[in-house]
């Protein structure tokens, strides 16, 4: 289902040019994912599943990156070493807290969630720019878009070449590194 918003995002990127549009868009989707896991909530039979699962309600990661790239593009973002350690050191604390409180109640629904998307926000934050990232996590990061739309293809060859779903970690890495030789 998030594939679609995948394949509407880029009309509406094409349609809206200004950075403060598409913070509103941003907003709009932010506020249609805590309204999707309410109703979620209240009206479906296995709420917890629902709610991973389904891309309405777990729009707020995907506008937080709206808002990171939008902010991304209109600054140069040096931040000091300090300052970094700052944002991994308030987004890890802030899923700690988050994981910590973790339950299927409206509080958490209109905090939880969003305060992970945060953490997660603010630990890409401290690594952006850095260039600590080693060069292979740039590709996976460049190509990232193309390894989600096949990522149920590879995990059906995975189950196919190994038996069964990657249990085993040091079979994977075999089958998925016999696969980038070829």
């Known amino acids: ?3 679609s918003f995948y394949l509407l995002w880029p009309t509406v990127i094409s349609k809206v040019r200004s950075a403060q549009s598409l913070l509103l868009a941003s907003l709009g989707l932010f506020g249609t994912s805590v309204a999707g896991r309410l109703i979620l909530l209240r009206y479906a039979r296995h709420s917890e599943v629902a709610i991973f699962t389904n891309t309405i309600a777990r729009l707020d990661p995907l506008a937080l990156g709206i808002v990171i790239a939008v902010l991304a593009r209109s600054r140069h973002n040096s931040f000091t070493w300090l300052a970094r350690g700052v944002l991994l050191a308030v987004g890890i604390t802030t899923w700690l807290i988050a994981g910590h409180y973790f339950s299927m109640t409206p509080v958490f629904m209109l905090v939880g969630y969003p305060a992970m998307a945060i953490g997660a ?4 934050l401290s690594a952006l720019g850095s260039g600590v990232a080693p ?10 878009y193309g390894l989600y739309v096949y990522h149920l293809l590879g995990l059906y060859i995975v189950q196919k070449g190994i038996g069964g779903y990657a249990r085993n970690f040091h079979k994977f890495l075999v089958f998925w590194w016999g696969g980038l030789a070829l």
């Open 1 to 3: 289902m998030k594939s």
């Open 121 to 124: 926000g603010l630990i890409f």
């Open 135 to 144: 060069s292979w996590a740039r590709y996976l990061g460049k190509i990232s």
